[in-house]
Antibody, heavy 115, light 107 residues
């Protein structure tokens, strides 16, 4: 079945780095655009980043631009989010999702930025 | 950036009620709007895309309408499993903003 599984979350100090991964299965990963979305505790959804199928176009929310880098490995059916210079306000559940319309979501991975 | 404002932010309704949620965009987005449902502790689920197209497997009691700057999500007869938070998202331009959410609770 179509599935996305995120990993790599955890507790990190302000200013630290973390790399999230999203493993895709059940569909031809290289055919699809992919997105990252986050949700701070008790808050709404925030779109973070988007990458086209061939990585030719990439977009970021202003809140993460210059600090986060989205990438993908089509041979490994994987999506990544490299997060640097982390701040307390980056604390959230991070979801990967398929397509611009977000038709398939992972279960999320929790990132906590705290000293 | 395009801002999306949902109303109401919270509504209390009974099983069988007709429920309407509105999403207003700060500028025209044609029909580039999607609706998602999220239950506590779970990932969101796509309900409707292109403003009015029902995602496969979503019950027909969910209906989306609108274009330009005003959109609605209607649940024709609220079921127990529909109590959740609903979000709209615009796909017209980057960044892909979400509305603040509408929580539908049991009266």
């Amino acid at each position: 079945q179509v599935q996305l599984v995120e990993s790599g979350g955890g507790l990190v100090k302000p200013g630290g780095s973390l790399r999230l991964s999203c493993a895709a299965s059940g569909f031809t990963f290289s055919d699809y655009y992919m997105s990252w979305i986050r949700q701070a505790p008790g808050k709404g959804l925030e779109w973070v980043s988007y990458i086209t199928s061939d990585s030719s176009s990439i977009y970021y929310a202003d809140s993460v631009k210059g600090r986060f880098t989205i990438s993908r490995g089509n041979a490994k059916n994987s999506l990544y989010l490299q997060m640097n210079s982390l701040r307390a306000e980056d604390t959230a559940v991070y979801y990967c999702a398929r397509r611009a319309t977000l038709d398939v979501w992972g279960q999320g991975t929790t990132v906590t930025v705290s000293s | 950036d395009i801002q999306l404002t949902q109303s109401p932010s919270f509504l209390s309704a009974s099983v069988g009620d007709r429920v309407t949620v509105t999403c207003r965009a700060s500028q025209g987005i044609s029909s580039y709007l999607a609706w998602y449902q999220q239950k506590p502790g779970k990932a969101p689920k796509l309900l409707i895309y292109a403003a009015s197209t029902l995602q496969s497997g979503v019950p027909s009691r969910f209906r989306g309408s609108g274009s330009g700057t005003e959109f609605t999500l209607t649940i024709s007869s609220l079921q127990p499993e529909d109590f959740a938070t609903y979000y709209c998202q615009q796909l017209n331009s980057y960044p892909r903003t979400f509305g603040q959410g509408t929580k539908v609770e049991i009266k």
